[in-house]
């Protein structure tokens, strides 16, 4: 199996243990509807004129018109220079960036007798892709990781924004965001004009993903490798994939000593249960050590397994725990920001208990408040207004693990927080904006397979309209592109077995997740307590 035939199909099951749906297969963003060969052998630049595409070649030094529906040659053009890259439709001339002998041009050219009718300087080192806005030219960088909107009257620079990764190259216009291969990663990305944030990425389908073109409806894709031409779907009613499943089994023990000389009159440890979500698939009931006193539902619907121990006298301890079989898989949504209706679409139950106020979270606070403000600003979108708080927080705060969990504005003013405290500053900043959010905990699978995990981590949702609840991890560090930093909203690696959802305070589990410890005592004692999940992979 090549590479277009294994990554372009993104893998989701829905209650497959429930309805027996794992073996159904969904086409997302991303899936090639279609592909055929290339005309010539070392193809570059794409684009469409609203009825053909053109190719342009770097060995042919050859421009060709091509009937999308069978790949047919219709026309073909000569090249202006001896080394075209990029090329772009203006709506009445074709647009090609040559770079021959270390001299860079973009050709402006009549495809009716292919003269060239207007030349500017590029203004770069290594031009590359090539698209066109509607008014200006937008050219890829692929020397200095930079994207370049600039004048056709003489090639003055407008605008220029970063790349999304190291190594861009094609380039196409949607007419209101960006679209950008990356040669290296095999990527593309969509990404805002204004900043260049990363929106929305997919595996490109195969190994050189070069030039691109926008149909109105579909993005197509030539490879340099392959010299094949992708009719690639975008929009898809599926809105995540699944993908690089694999199979792990879990031990979570939760331990409780005392280290006298009182006596602990009474222990209560309870275990947050974990559920099938979209990121994983339990094999088998959960196997407990002992068996439950009882399980219990929290506030937030929580479920918990509840041990109860009594008496426990100087140097005792008790222990407690589960055993999880499990697939785990990389999960990443493919989010429109035009499809994210409004927060009057969301659901009322979801906001009154999503919304609301907590300890940790302060939302009231003038600091929170302030600080929601000037991140937002006057945005409606759902979908960027939890953006635009990601964009806040991550430029506020800086990861550190100093021990406690300080509430949100204490947090934010500090500038510095462990994952826990991201995401209290996150909930409070997107509540106090009108936005529903909670948060997850989990155990992670920490480097190997066979690993454990001490540590454990915490991150965000946010409920957006159309989708439901979408991941944001605030925390995520060394964000070296803007690739890297989208990869922190709506993505989930197969490192992770999430075993609580909760929206604040819980009666149990209290802001702690994976398990916690109540007990009460007589006399002088220190109570010891520890977590600890062991990982080791089923195959």
Same mark, same amino acid.
């Given at each position: 199996? /090549?590479?277009?035939?294994?990554?372009?199909?993104?893998?989701?099951?829905?209650?497959?243990?429930?309805?027996?749906?794992?073996?159904?297969?969904?086409?997302?963003?991303?899936?090639?509807?279609?592909?055929?060969?290339?005309?010539?052998?070392? $193809?570059?630049?794409?684009?469409?004129?609203?009825?053909?595409?053109?190719?342009?070649?770097?060995?042919?030094?050859?421009?060709?018109?091509?009937?999308?529906?069978?790949?047919?040659?219709?026309?073909?053009?000569?090249?202006?220079?001896? %080394?075209?890259?990029?090329?772009?439709?203006?709506?009445?001339?074709?647009?090609?960036?040559?770079?021959?002998?270390?001299?860079?041009?973009?050709?402006? +050219?009549? $495809?009716?007798?292919?003269?060239?009718?207007?030349?500017?300087?590029?203004?770069?080192?290594?031009?590359?892709?090539?698209?066109?806005?509607?008014?200006?030219?937008? +050219?890829?960088?692929?020397?200095?990781?930079?994207?370049?909107? +600039?004048?056709?009257?003489?090639?003055?620079?407008?605008?220029?924004?970063?790349?999304?990764?190291?190594?861009?190259?094609?380039?196409?216009?949607?007419?209101?965001?960006?679209?950008?291969?990356?040669?290296?990663?095999?990527?593309?990305?969509?990404?805002?004009?204004?900043?260049?944030?990363?929106?929305?990425?997919?595996?490109?389908?195969?190994?050189?993903?070069?030039?691109?073109?926008?149909?109105?409806?579909?993005?197509?894709?030539?490879?340099?490798?392959?010299?094949?031409? #992708?009719?690639?779907? +975008?929009?898809?009613?599926?809105? #995540?994939?699944?993908?690089?499943?694999?199979?792990?089994?879990?031990?979570?023990? /939760?331990?409780?000593?005392?280290?006298?000389?009182?006596?602990?009159?009474?222990?209560?440890?309870?275990? &947050?249960?974990?559920? /099938?979500?979209?990121?994983?698939?339990?094999?088998?009931?959960?196997?407990?050590?002992?068996? $439950?006193?009882?399980?219990?539902?929290?506030?937030?619907?929580?479920?918990?397994?509840?041990? %109860?121990?009594? *008496?426990?006298?100087?140097?005792?301890?008790?222990?407690?725990?589960?055993?999880?079989? &499990?697939?785990?898989?990389?999960?990443?949504?493919?989010?429109?920001?035009?499809?994210?209706?409004? @927060?009057?679409?969301?659901?009322?139950?979801?906001?009154?208990?999503?919304?609301?106020?907590?300890?940790?979270?302060?939302?009231?606070?003038?600091?929170?408040?302030?600080?929601?403000?000037?991140?937002?600003?006057?945005?409606?979108?759902?979908?960027?207004?939890?953006?635009?708080?990601? /964009?806040?927080?991550?430029?506020?705060?800086?990861?550190?693990?100093?021990?406690?969990?300080?509430?949100? $504005?204490?947090? @934010?003013? %500090?500038?510095?927080?462990?994952?826990?405290?991201?995401?209290?500053?996150?909930?409070?900043?997107?509540?106090?904006?009108?936005?529903?959010?909670?948060?997850?905990?989990?155990?992670?699978?920490?480097?190997?397979? &066979?690993?454990? *995990?001490?540590?454990?981590?915490?991150?965000?949702?946010? !409920?957006?309209?159309?989708?439901?609840?979408?991941?944001?991890?605030?925390?995520?560090?060394?964000?070296?592109?803007?690739?890297?930093?989208?990869?922190?909203?709506?993505?989930?690696?197969?490192? !992770?077995?999430?075993?609580?959802?909760?929206?604040?305070?819980?009666?149990?589990?209290?802001?702690?997740?994976?398990?916690?410890?109540?007990?009460?005592?007589?006399?002088?004692?220190?109570?010891?307590?520890?977590?600890?999940?062991?990982?080791?992979?089923?195959?």
């Amino acid at each position: 199996m /090549n590479k277009s035939q294994h990554l372009v199909f993104g893998f989701f099951v829905v209650g497959c243990m429930v309805l027996g749906l794992s073996s159904l297969v969904f086409a997302v963003t991303g899936h090639v509807e279609k592909s055929f060969p290339s005309p010539g052998s070392c $193809p570059t630049g794409l684009t469409y004129d609203g009825k053909y595409l053109w190719n342009c070649d770097r060995k042919t030094d050859m421009i060709y018109k091509i009937d999308p529906r069978n790949g047919n040659v219709v026309d073909s053009l000569t090249s202006p220079g001896y %080394r075209p890259r990029g090329l772009t439709w203006d709506g009445k001339y074709l647009w090609n960036v040559d770079a021959s002998e270390e001299e860079y041009f973009i050709y402006q +050219i009549d $495809p009716k007798t292919g003269l060239v009718v207007k030349t500017l300087w590029a203004p770069c080192d290594r031009p590359e892709g090539l698209a066109w806005d509607g008014e200006f030219l937008w +050219i890829v960088d692929d020397g200095d990781n930079k994207i370049h909107q +600039i004048s056709t009257e003489d090639g003055t620079t407008i605008n220029t924004i970063p790349s999304p990764s190291k190594y861009p190259c094609g380039l196409a216009y949607d007419g209101k965001y960006l679209w950008v291969t990356d040669r290296i990663k095999d990527m593309i990305y969509m990404i805002t004009p204004d900043r260049g944030d990363v929106i929305v990425f997919f595996d490109a389908p195969d190994a050189y993903a070069r030039g691109l073109a926008w149909d109105g409806k579909n993005l197509w894709n030539v490879d340099y490798q392959t010299d094949e031409i #992708y009719k690639i779907k +975008i929009h898809d009613k599926e809105t #995540y994939s699944r993908t690089e499943e694999k199979e792990q089994f879990l031990e979570y023990t /939760n331990q409780v000593r005392n280290y006298g000389p009182g006596v602990v009159k009474d222990v209560d440890i309870y275990l &947050a249960v974990p559920e /099938n979500l979209p990121n994983q698939e339990l094999l088998s009931e959960i196997e407990y050590f002992p068996q $439950p006193t009882d399980f219990l539902t929290d506030r937030w619907g929580q479920r918990v397994a509840h041990f %109860r121990f009594q *008496d426990l006298e100087a140097t005792r301890f008790v222990s407690v725990g589960m055993k999880i079989k &499990a697939k785990l898989f990389n999960v990443r949504y493919y989010i429109f920001p035009e499809k994210t209706g409004e @927060l009057k679409d969301i659901p009322k139950e979801i906001s009154e208990r999503f919304l609301a106020d907590d300890t940790k979270y302060s939302v009231n606070d003038p600091f929170i408040q302030q600080s929601t403000k000037q991140a937002v600003g006057d945005e409606y979108n759902p979908y960027w207004i939890a953006r635009k708080i990601f /964009n806040h927080v991550i430029d506020h705060i800086t990861y550190e693990r100093v021990g406690g969990w300080n509430i949100a $504005p204490t947090v @934010l003013k %500090r500038g510095t927080g462990s994952c826990s405290e991201f995401a209290f500053v996150y909930i409070a900043m997107s509540r106090a904006a009108g936005l529903p959010a909670r948060y997850v905990g989990c155990v992670v699978v920490r480097g190997d397979d &066979a690993s454990a *995990d001490e540590v454990f981590h915490r991150w965000v949702e946010v !409920y957006l309209p159309n989708y439901g609840w979408i991941p944001v991890d605030p925390s995520w560090r060394d964000y070296p592109t803007p690739a890297d930093e989208a990869r922190a909203f709506g993505t989930l690696r197969n490192r !992770y077995l999430i075993t609580t959802t909760g929206g604040g305070g819980s009666e149990y589990l209290e802001w702690g997740y994976n398990s916690n410890e109540k007990w009460t005592s007589q006399g002088k004692c220190k109570v010891y307590s520890e977590h600890i999940g062991e990982w080791s992979p089923l195959k």
